[in-house]
């Protein structure tokens, strides 16, 4: 059973470390498995790890988390070709479609060479819950700012924009984002913004923001915009998620 509406779950988490494996999924990536409505069968997952290179290793710890959690694991790699001959039909055999982080400008530039752009717009129109971390929360957007470039963070502005606002990450670790995504946001280059710290995810359906949920305790997510003074941050406390 798909989610009732297009729904996207994007996240600065989603992972801890594992008892006995390397990773396990953390409370982020259950809910945006319970909100893709599935019951009475295993959930079904498809990893994407184009922004790390698909690495193998990745792939595997991604396949061993799903044992753990009882849920069924597909890695979609596009290097060095697609892993499947159908990839939009392999989507929307999904209930979620995670992305995980790494280069966000990489991500978007193969994903453009395959055309997953259509592919994932209509997965999301029929109810697969898309999510991810990082550059996988960033994809989803107009844009953010990333470090694909270099050390010293740049904007990227040609994310899949199934949600209008740009989006920033890893706001309470990285010292520099909140600057970069004010300093962005002020000169106009990225829309008005919604920021996660790590642990943190925001909930859309369709593109309204319908709430933000956190895996950790104390943190936030923020709305970025432009002010006639500059910019405005507000912050939205987020649902504490439980346990898993």
């Known amino acids: 059973m798909p989610a009732d509406q297009p729904t996207i779950v994007a996240t600065s988490g989603g992972y801890r470390y594992g008892r006995r494996t390397r990773l396990e999924f953390n409370s982020l990536v259950h809910h945006a498995i319970d909100l893709s409505g599935v019951h009475g069968r295993t959930p079904r997952l498809t990893f994407v790890g184009t922004a790390s290179g698909?690495?193998?290793?990745?792939?595997?710890?991604?396949?061993?988390?799903?044992?753990?959690?009882?849920?069924?694991?597909?890695?979609?790699?596009?290097?060095?070709?697609?892993?499947?001959?159908?990839?939009?039909?392999?989507?929307?055999?999904?209930?979620?479609?995670?992305?995980?982080?790494?280069?966000?400008?990489?991500?978007?530039?193969?994903?453009?060479?395959?055309?997953?752009?259509?592919?994932?717009?209509?997965?999301?129109?029929?109810?697969?819950?898309?999510?991810?971390?990082?550059?996988?929360?960033?994809?989803?957007?107009?844009?953010?700012?990333?470090?694909?470039?270099?050390?010293?963070?740049?904007?990227?502005?040609?994310?899949?924009?199934?949600?209008?606002?740009?989006?920033?990450?890893?706001?309470?670790?990285?010292?520099?984002?909140?600057?970069?995504?004010?300093?962005?946001?002020?000169?106009?280059?990225?829309?008005?913004?919604?920021c996660t710290d790590d642990g943190v995810g925001l909930v859309y359906h369709g593109t309204d923001l319908v709430g933000a949920v956190a895996e950790e305790d104390g943190k936030g997510a923020y709305v970025v915009e432009r002010s006639a003074t500059g910019v405005t941050e507000t912050r939205i406390d987020p649902r504490r998620l439980p346990e898993v």
């Open 54 to 194: 698909d690495q193998q290793f990745a792939n595997h710890w991604m396949v061993q988390a799903g044992a753990v959690a009882g849920v069924t694991v597909t890695c979609l790699d596009l290097f060095p070709m697609p892993s499947v001959d159908d990839v939009p039909g392999l989507l929307l055999d999904s209930d979620v479609v995670w992305v995980q982080g790494g280069s966000v400008a990489n991500l978007l530039a193969v994903w453009a060479v395959h055309d997953l752009g259509p592919a994932m717009h209509a997965a999301w129109q029929a109810g697969v819950v898309l999510a991810g971390v990082s550059a996988g929360s960033i994809c989803w957007y107009v844009g953010g700012c990333t470090d694909s470039f270099g050390p010293e963070l740049r904007p990227v502005t040609n994310g899949l924009a199934l949600l209008p606002y740009g989006n920033g990450v890893h706001y309470d670790s990285e010292e520099s984002r909140r600057p970069t995504i004010h300093a962005l946001v002020e000169q106009g280059t990225l829309p008005l913004t919604h």
